[in-house]
Structure formats: C-alpha cells, structure tokens
T-cell receptor
Framework: QQQVKQSPQSLIVQKGGISIINCAYENTAFDYFPWYQQFPGKGPALLIAIRPDVSEKKEGRFTISFNKSAKQFSLHIMDSQPGDSATYFCAASGRGSGNTGKLIFGQGTTLQVKP | DSGVTQTPKHLITATGQRVTLRCSPRSGDLSVYWYQQSLDQGLQFLIQYYNGEERAKGNILERFSAQQFPDLHSELNLSSLELGDSALYFC????????????FGPGTRLLVL
C-alpha cells in the first residue's frame, strides 16, 4: 500500500523527442505527487508537483498528467535536450504516508537524451 | 545550491563502527528529513523531525538514530555499521510539516569496509 511503482527503469530518447515516465500508486490517501530530478553526484531537486484536484500541470517543457481513477501519473518532457539527461524519481506523500511530509519514492528512471 | 548543507561529503569506515552525519537545513525551514539512497533499495525515507520533535519514522534500523537540535540542525547517528549500510544519505528540509517542496542537500556517501 505504501509503494510507488515507476517505469521504465531506463530511457533513451533523441534530442527533440518526448520522454515519458510513468508511475502508479496504490494508496488512495496520497494527495501530493512530486517529480524529482537528480544529476550524478547531486541531491534530488524538485522538478514539478501535482495534487489530485487537477488532471494536468505544465511548467515549461515538463508536464505531469494525473489519472486519479487509474491511480497513475506520468511525466512528459517535451523537446528533450541532452541537459535533461538525469535520473527522475516520482514520489507520493500525504495522508497515505501518515499525513506528514514523508515522501515515498519510485525506483527511478535514468534518462539519456542523445544529441 | 539548495541551501541545505551536509557534512562530511564522504565517509569511509569499518564494520562495527559508529558515525555521525550532520545536516544544516535552509534558513527558516523547520522540517528535516533523512533519506537513504542505495542501488537496490532506491530512495528510502528514514525519519523526519519538525521543530525539534520526531514527526515521522520510516524504514530506519534500530542501530540508527537521529535528533534535531534547537538551532534546527540535525544529526543522523549510525552505529554497529554493516557492509549493507554503505549508501548515500541525504538530508532534506522544508518550511513546514506537510506536503511541500523538500530541498535536498548534496548527500554524504558512506562506505563501510
């Protein structure tokens, strides 16, 4: 019930293409879904986050799509650039994690954008 | 730069030893979170402190303990270290207690030999 499942484990995309990473959760009490980006040797950094009252949130080239009934959410990176090459983590938080800020992370997706 | 500092950056020690990892949150942040990142387990939540008090506990071993001091910095103590404790340990901070942006530090890489 506490798990967040993320796929794919790795992804290779050509420059200018669309990168799509998917996550699924089980606990319907989660109500905050952030995506974090991590570069080698650095800590994760928040990329974009969504709450279940909206189905989509867009910030620049990054979009989260949220499907509450399917308990799934995904990250779309439009016009992917080599600088986007990093590991991406989805996460969930909220009442499903004891109503604290505790984040339950997916396993991560390593994205490589080829020039 | 997230504004969260962690020391040391690297730590090499032997099995059975005890180490202390230190974290200074962003100015004004009251919550400190500790996460462990390993290849097989991914990013795992360990513990959260909010304004000096333990707020949430995750998959933290009994050999591990943490505290948050009055100046809001936090320490994670790892004792009776085992090879499997080798990992990256991240501290994150946030202004409050609930679902909001967590700012991660650069991490401490622990290697237990």
């Amino acid at each position: 019930q506490q798990q967040v499942k993320q796929s794919p484990q790795s992804l290779i995309v050509q420059k200018g293409g669309i990168s799509i990473i998917n996550c699924a959760y089980e606990n319907t009490a989660f109500d905050y879904f952030p995506w974090y980006q991590q570069f080698p040797g650095k800590g994760p950094a928040l990329l974009i986050a969504i709450r279940p009252d909206v189905s989509e949130k867009k910030e620049g080239r990054f979009t989260i799509s949220f499907n509450k009934s399917a308990k799934q959410f995904s990250l779309h990176i439009m016009d992917s650039q080599p600088g986007d090459s990093a590991t991406y983590f989805c996460a969930a938080s909220g009442r499903g994690s004891g109503n604290t800020g505790k984040l339950i992370f997916g396993q991560g997706t390593t994205l490589q954008v080829k020039p | 730069d997230s504004g969260v500092t962690q020391t040391p950056k690297h730590l090499i020690t032997a099995t059975g030893q005890r180490v202390t990892l230190r974290c200074s949150p962003r100015s004004g942040d009251l919550s400190v979170y500790w996460y462990q990142q390993s290849l097989d387990q991914g990013l795992q939540f360990l513990i959260q402190y909010y304004n000096g008090e333990e707020r949430a506990k995750g998959n933290i071993l009994e050999r591990f303990s943490a505290q948050q001091f009055p100046d809001l910095h936090s320490e994670l103590n790892l004792s009776s270290l085992e090879l499997g404790d080798s990992a990256l340990y991240f501290c994150a901070s946030s202004p409050g207690n609930l679902q909001e942006t967590q700012y991660f530090g650069p991490g401490t890489r622990l290697l237990v030999l």
